[in-house]
């Protein structure tokens, strides 16, 4: 009876703590003694507050004599006198003892009835003995109860002030909110700290004990449980070689200065961090080391993935950056078709020029990528800026053998460089204009009273334009472009501002002012559109390209008609450059085009009729029909992706009917969709076209641009910063190189 009421109050406890989230007082308290008897309990008798006894009813019997009960050792008796119960229950005792985090059962008195006799009630569960089988009723001491969870043998309780106890790691001493008042947080973050990996210091310990040789069987066992993480959790070794690998990486992606590394900040920052890594080994020099390995890691990737990958020939744009110690620096960079129809673009070289500006520092670039990657036989063009590629004899006859056409379609111009030449020249021509609206916009935009005052007007006056006024970035001519095209169609505004603030009518642009802003945005138009799909379409190909520099031709032929000499003489200045341009790649954009298949050969015939007069277009149309027929009898030497047990009986068979695959596709009419990918057909169709697909390939990787995306709008050249120019040639070429590759991941 005894054992089963003070496990009956441990369930009830348990339940309470569970349910309530209550602990119990920590002071010991003494439940008042109940008299009660057969009719009824005492009233008079103080009820205890205690949780405990929300859950327990005590009910009395008729008073019974117990048997007496032998026992081998002696004989006790015990009676039960008038209905007369006496329990002293001692609540439990919290401990600070770390041994036993959890509060338990200290002192525990055993309930006690009158003659200290063991109590025996018929049917009374497991206490009874019906079959009157002789049971031992020596009292037994009571054990205190052990919490199971693990977690306790990683932390301490320590009480922070009045109620407020928190749990502290044994091993990294961090804390945790374990009780407050009567409300406890539980155990689950306890669990987290230790099961997920959290406290590096449980881990080293845990390694460290792993590598110990096991004790002796004489020594001591330890009784406490070792928690052991679960097999998901992984085991976290320092490695010092792939951190400085790491390291090497980051300051590639991010152009992060070598010298870091040696940076007090970022040295305290990585042994804080991780104070096993050895910053011994870790100096400029080392650092410098790890780049050039991560360099030519990629670049032995790339070169297999060029090898294995690339079915058709490579084209080569050339980029020249300027630095502040006048040394010149060659981007130059492949664009070729795989095998699959992807079209690529790839930065081969960085080719340090001591002399930019002389004849044959391209040509130099040019060879030295050609050599390192061993493309003499896979070249077929260069494309490059406004310096122009000048190669000496030995060097272009040594390429002719190799390139289409002997060499005609070897070097062609930068488009993007073409048109930010000429938007540069125009908004140069119309500085003063620029410069009026300009400042109108900075006395608006750079006080808050100003703007507000602007957009009340704006909407007092209901314009329709949904643009906002904003400065530009004299870097980038767009953005001077869309800076007047925003200004123009708020002008309205602009004129109206004076009323509200006398001060902008001093600098206030006049209607003349605002005809002109007009103008000008109607001359950048044409040409802004080209240069928006080169900024934003990912490697396009020179088919599109055709009949964009048609189209402006085509504008800037009108405008030179203009009664108006500002607008007539602008368009002249824009149309020389562009018929420069037209004039050195005309040749290579028409092969392109018909290649095609919404175009083909039908439009450059409407094309050359509606710019030339009726002689010199056919003059033209000629000479691109015929220089597209001498490219197809090359490739139609070259051999064809066929399996190699083909007899040779059967291609020299195919050979004799080649020449009938060009001109099925040239009188097949010309398809006629919106939206189309020139790659994904030639992909569908090349086993219907073996030859001109290789032909295709090849034309439509060539490249019409030498500048990434977003140089497409730059005014001035690219110049290397200061601190790379103070580098090693070789250094500069792998930090530049190496990032480009990382870019697209595993080749």
């Not at 300027?322 to 790839?346: C, E, M, N, P």
Request: overall charge negative; charged content about 25%; proline content about 5%.
């Amino acid at each position: 009876m005894q054992r089963s009421l003070v496990a009956l109050h441990t369930h009830c406890l348990d339940f309470i703590a569970e349910e309530n989230m209550i602990m119990p007082d920590e002071n010991n308290i003494e439940l008042a003694a109940y008299g009660n008897n057969h009719e009824g309990t005492n009233h008079d008798t103080e009820q205890p507050s205690n949780g405990f006894w929300d859950h327990i009813t005590l009910e009395t019997e008729e008073p019974i004599m117990s048997p007496i009960q032998q026992n081998p050792d002696e004989v006790q008796k015990m009676a039960i006198s008038d209905h007369e119960e006496k329990i002293i229950i001692q609540t439990q005792t919290h401990y600070e003892d770390p041994e036993t985090p959890f509060p338990e059962f200290e002192n525990n008195k055993a309930i006690s009835y009158p003659n200290n006799g063991a109590a025996s009630y018929p049917n009374s569960g497991a206490d009874s003995n019906p079959n009157n089988e002789e049971t031992n009723h020596e009292t037994k001491p009571n054990k205190r109860r052990k919490r199971k969870s693990t977690v306790w043998e990683h932390f301490t309780i320590q009480t922070e002030s009045a109620g407020c106890r928190r749990a502290y790691c044994n091993q990294c001493k961090r804390s945790y909110a374990y009780s407050k008042g009567s409300k406890v947080s539980g155990t689950s973050h306890l669990r987290r700290h230790v099961e997920k990996g959290s406290c590096a210091a449980l881990l080293r310990s845990q390694d460290n004990n792993q590598s110990e040789p096991s004790s002796s069987k004489g020594a001591t066992n330890s009784s406490k449980r070792h928690y052991k993480r679960a097999s998901s959790t992984p085991q976290f070794m320092f490695d010092q070689d792939l951190c400085r690998n790491d390291i090497a990486r980051m300051i590639i992606m991010h152009d992060y200065p070598l010298h870091m590394v040696e940076h007090p900040g970022f040295v305290s920052f990585v042994q804080n961090l991780q104070p096993e890594f050895n910053f011994n080994m870790m100096t400029f020099d080392t650092v410098q080391g790890d780049c050039i390995a991560a360099y030519q890691t990629e670049r032995q990737s790339l070169r297999k993935f060029i090898q294995q990958g690339v079915a058709g020939r490579i084209c080569l744009s050339l980029d020249m950056w300027t630095s502040s110690q006048g040394v010149g620096y060659v981007f130059v960079t492949g664009h070729f078709i795989d095998a699959d129809w992807k079209l690529h673009r790839r930065l081969l070289n960085v080719v340090m020029e001591a002399y930019p500006d002389s004849d044959t520092a391209l040509s130099h670039a040019v060879k030295v990528c050609l050599h390192n990657w061993s493309l003499e036989s896979k070249l077929f063009s260069v494309t490059y800026n406004d310096q122009p590629l000048i190669m000496s004899e030995a060097v272009f006859e040594s390429l002719k053998l190799h390139l289409p056409s002997n060499g005609q379609l070897l070097a062609t111009n930068c488009l993007p460089r073409t048109l930010s030449s000429i938007a540069k020249e125009v908004l140069g021509n119309s500085h003063d204009i620029v410069k009026k609206i300009r400042d109108s916009i900075k006395y608006v935009t750079t006080s808050e009273p100003h703007e507000e005052k602007f957009l009340v007007l704006k909407k007092q006056l209901q314009v329709p334009s949904e643009r906002n006024i904003f400065l530009d970035d004299q870097t980038k001519w767009n953005t001077t472009y869309q800076m007047l095209v925003s200004a123009n169609e708020l002008k309205q505004v602009f004129s109206c501002f004076d009323t509200y603030d006398a001060e902008f009518n001093k600098q206030a642009p006049s209607m003349e002012d605002w005809k002109l802003v007009e103008t000008l945005c109607t001359h950048l138009k044409s040409i802004f559109d080209t240069a928006y799909i080169l900024a934003t379409t990912t490697n396009p190909t020179a088919s599109i390209f055709f009949p964009e520099v048609r189209r402006i031709q085509e504008e800037l032929s009108k405008l030179i008609t203009s009664e108006d000499p500002f607008v007539s003489n602008l368009a002249r200045t824009m149309l020389e450059k562009i018929n420069t341009y037209w004039k050195n790649c005309s040749l290579t954009l028409a092969i392109a085009v018909v290649m095609d298949p919404r175009y083909k050969m039908k439009y450059v015939e409407f094309t050359f009729k509606k710019i030339y007069s009726e002689e010199e277009a056919q003059t033209c149309i000629k000479m691109v029909d015929d220089r597209i027929h001498e490219l197809f009898e090359e490739y139609s030497t070259m051999p064809l992706p066929l399996a190699p047990n083909y007899a040779e009986e059967f291609d020299v068979y195919i050979m004799k009917n080649l020449k009938t695959e060009l001109d099925q596709y040239l009188a097949e009419p010309p398809i006629r969709v919106h939206e189309f990918d020139v790659l994904a057909w030639w992909k569908l169709n090349q086993m219907m076209y073996p030859t001109l697909s290789q032909m295709a390939r090849d034309m439509l990787s060539f490249p019409v641009s030498t500048v990434p995306c977003d140089s497409v709008f730059d005014t001035n050249a690219k110049e290397m910063d200061q601190y790379r120019s103070s580098l090693q040639a070789e250094t500069v070429e792998a930090l530049i190189c190496t990032k480009d590759w990382m870019q697209y991941g595993s080749h």
